[in-house]
């Protein structure tokens, strides 16, 4: 009160919520204050359960935590005057929660050069604690971060050393108590971690097919149209040679759609800032500490550096067809339009076919 009267009638109000270059962000559910397995926010179940998201603030070196239910954002330290995260290293960005064992968070910070282990109920909870269970450092920075199907390993980019790390995860399970800091499952096994170099992956290229005649969406309108242009041949540098590209990791996806198959090979597609593949990686070849160029497969000659890459699941090849098939849309790297792979070659969408056949483009 005498701070009050001594700073007059109108003393300075504590700052709002806001974000500060927020990068990724992954989700929790919580029920009555505690963390519990994601697939329990689901509509009607019963109980206060309220999906959180969890975002990383870059320029703060912080997560904020957002209750989704009530479109609020959380202050994390009670101790701290004014809207304050949990911090999270130098500069975050990337973050990923399990789904189905969500007690801890990862954090990727490119500028502290490590992945960073966090208990995920001091992220979601008022705390006056340090969250941090554990610290990997990397000797690089990361920027691309996804969890494994299995959620028993981490796979990390670091791109100023052309590699896909491999991080294995102490297996998660109820036994460890919300709030049990000592609790070593959820933790990362750096003895058997696994780097994956993918200036490999030009080895293992396979020489292109010719272009299949019809490579192209289906138009559904029923009218007639003509065929599109071939897709111009893609010349790629010699093996080893002066002229390949150090590889610079971007964008990650994970193509484990497997429904139900028994010989499903689980990949991990990685999009390429320098060269004109992506990069694909058997996950099931992983062995803990073992080699990890045992793992890449034949990558796809897309032509052009891409800086993202998703995979759809297994998708109709037409309508009132049985057949399946798979399509991965990648960013162009240098010029922002995106393209449209189907059984390792890029399609020609017809789409401004005088311009540029085989590209999608997007206002802006």
């Known amino acids: 009160a005498a701070a009050l009267r001594a700073g007059g009638d109108n003393p300075t109000p504590p700052p709002v919520a806001r974000f500060e270059r927020p990068t990724s962000l992954d989700f929790v559910c919580v029920n009555n204050g505690e963390v519990v397995a994601r697939k329990r926010c689901r509509a009607g179940a019963a109980g206060e359960f309220a999906l959180h998201a969890l975002v990383t603030q870059s320029a703060r070196g912080e997560i904020a935590a957002v209750d989704l239910a009530k479109q609020k954002v959380l202050d994390s330290r009670r101790d701290i005057p004014g809207f304050t995260y949990v911090a999270a290293g130098e500069l975050p960005i990337a973050i ?95 003895a058997d971690k696994v780097s994956i170099e993918l200036a490999g992956s030009i080895d293992r290229v396979v020489p292109p097919a010719p272009t299949p005649t019809g490579a192209s969406y289906q138009e559904l309108c029923g009218f007639e149209r003509t065929a599109p242009a071939p897709a111009l041949p893609i010349s790629l540098p010699a093996p080893g040679s002066d002229a390949a590209p150090l590889p610079s990791p971007a964008g990650l996806a994970l193509d484990a759609f497997c429904g139900g198959a028994r010989n499903c090979q689980r990949r991990l597609l990685v999009a390429d800032e320098a060269g004109p593949l992506i990069h694909r990686i058997d996950l099931d070849a992983i062995t803990p500490g073992g080699n990890g160029e045992d793992a890449l497969l034949a990558p796809i000659v897309v032509g052009v550096p891409t800086s993202a890459v998703a995979v759809t699941p297994f998708v109709p090849t037409a309508v009132r067809e049985t057949g399946a098939t798979q399509y991965i849309y990648a960013i162009d790297a240098t010029d922002g339009s995106i393209l449209v792979v189907e059984n390792g070659v890029v399609l020609n969408l017809d789409n401004a076919p005088g311009v540029r056949p085989d590209r999608i483009r997007l206002p802006g």
């Open 96 to 190: 990923v929660v399990p789904a189905r064992h969500p007690w801890v968070t990862y954090v990727a910070d490119f500028g502290g050069r490590d992945i960073r282990v966090l208990d995920t109920q001091a992220l979601v909870s008022p705390t006056s604690i340090d969250p941090t269970l554990q610290v990997i450092h990397l000797g690089s920075g990361p920027t691309h971060m996804v969890l494994s199907p299995d959620e028993d390993a981490l796979l990390v980019t670091l791109p100023d050393v052309g590699r896909v790390l491999w991080l294995p995860i102490n297996r998660l399970t109820e036994r460890c108590a919300v709030g049990d800091r000592k609790c070593p499952e959820g933790l990362i096994n750096e």
